[in-house]
Each structure stands twice: as structure tokens, then as C-alpha cells.
Antibody
Framework: EVQLVESGGGLVQPGGSLRLSCAAS????????MSWVRQAPGKGLEWVAN????????YYVDSVKGRFTISRDNAKNSLYLQMNSLRAEDTAVYYC??????WGQGTLVTVSS | DIQMTQSPSSLSASVGDRVTITCRAS??????LAWFQQKPGKAPKSLIY???SLQSGVPSKFSGSGSGTDFTLTISSLQPEDFATYYC?????????FGGGTKVEIK
């Protein structure tokens, strides 16, 4: 059974940093692209970033370029999202996604003073 | 960036109704289109990929069609468990983009 478990969310002040993690199991993690998708409270879905199987290609939505970094550790079956210079508009539930089909339960990031 | 426009943004329907949701891309995306269902407080659930392919385990009352710029999601006979918000997403090019969502409510 595919499982994706996010962690690392919480309350952070504007300008602060946070690192999200996603622990994957039930599939060959190293064989798949992985994604982060977010959803602000009461709003729609927004794709954030993708990373290739070996980490050699990464893509970001414009609003997070230069501030967020997606990475992975295939030996640990883990996906990460390093978020720096956080803004109020980054407040959202962040989902780890595999192949568009499997989603984690999400982790809430709140950026507020 | 490719803009995805869903219509309607909301609709009211009765149990047993046939419902169609439209998603239009601002430029051609071939068939790189997925549909998701989301219920309040839950993660999205994948319904369809490649515009018309049903994900494993998804009931056949859901169907997708289209190619290029115009796509539809159809629910053949709406059931109580189908009341939710539905999103389309293009994955033809980066940034991958979602439609604004269609909320299906009980009439």
C-alpha cells in the first residue's frame, strides 16, 4: 500500500524558514517523479514543485522560485521542501504527491507574526 | 503559463442527475489532463489521468473526455458521496496548473 506521510509544518514568523518532509513507502520511491502541491485555507489547489527521480531536474511555480528548494533522499525514501523567506501568502496545507495518484494527508504551514 | 478555466465554479444537482464539468486550457495540452475530487478536510483523490483514463478503483460513473484545449468530466448518475469539489490539472508543461475548482452541491 502506498503511503505518503508529511511532517514539519507549523507556525512560523514572516521571513522565517521551515523544512517539510515526506516519508514514502509502498512503492519504489527512486523510480518516480515527486511533487509538492499546496492549498491555502478555503482556496484551490496550487502546484508548487516537481523533482525528477535522481534529483537532476527540479521545477517550481514562479511565486516560490529562489525561496523554496525541493530535494529527495532515495536511500531514505524521503522527499523534502526547504522553505525560506516565508510570507503570509505561503500559509497553506502542503501535500506530498506521487504520480498524480497518491497524496499524503498534508501538513499545515502557517506564516504569521 | 497555461491557464486552466473550469466552469461552472459551482452547481446544484440532485441525486441521480448527470453532471458535466468543463475545463479549458489557454493553449493546447494534448491529453495531459487530470481530474481530482476533494471533500472538505481531506486530501484530493485522483479520478482520471490522460484526459480519459480512469484511475484504478474509481467507479465507472466517472468519465473524462477531450484533447487539446477543451475537456469534460462527467458523472453519469450523481450519488450522495459525489458531492465535493472537483479540480482539473494540466501536466503538459511547467508550471503545472490547476483549474479553480467546481463545487458540486445538493439541490
Amino acid at each position: 500500500e502506498v503511503q505518503l506521510v508529511e511532517s514539519g509544518g507549523g507556525l512560523v514568523q514572516p521571513g522565517g524558514s521551515l523544512r517539510l518532509s515526506c516519508a514514502a513507502s509502498g512503492f519504489t520511491f527512486s523510480s518516480y517523479w515527486m511533487s509538492w502541491v499546496r492549498q491555502a485555507p478555503g482556496k484551490g489547489l496550487e502546484w508548487v514543485a516537481n523533482i525528477k527521480q535522481d534529483g537532476s531536474e527540479k521545477y517550481y511555480v514562479d511565486s516560490v522560485k529562489g525561496r523554496f528548494t525541493i530535494s529527495r533522499d532515495n536511500a531514505k525514501n524521503s522527499l523534502y521542501l526547504q522553505m525560506n523567506s516565508l510570507r503570509a501568502e505561503d500559509t497553506a496545507v502542503y501535500y506530498c504527491v506521487h504520480s498524480l495518484n497518491y497524496w499524503g494527508q498534508g501538513t499545515l504551514v502557517t506564516v504569521s507574526s | 503559463d497555461i491557464q486552466m478555466t473550469q466552469s461552472p465554479s459551482s452547481l446544484s444537482a440532485s441525486v441521480g442527475d448527470r453532471v458535466t464539468i468543463t475545463c479549458r486550457a489557454s493553449q493546447g495540452i494534448s491529453n495531459y489532463l487530470a481530474w481530482f475530487q476533494q471533500k472538505p478536510g481531506k486530501a484530493p483523490k485522483s479520478l482520471i489521468y490522460a484526459a480519459s483514463s480512469l484511475q484504478s478503483g474509481v467507479p465507472s460513473k466517472f468519465s473524462g473526455s477531450g484533447s487539446g484545449t477543451d475537456f469534460t468530466l462527467t458523472i453519469s448518475s450523481l450519488q450522495p458521496e459525489d458531492f465535493a469539489t472537483y479540480y482539473c490539472q494540466q501536466y503538459n508543461s511547467y508550471p503545472n496548473t490547476f483549474g479553480g475548482g467546481t463545487k458540486v452541491e445538493i439541490k
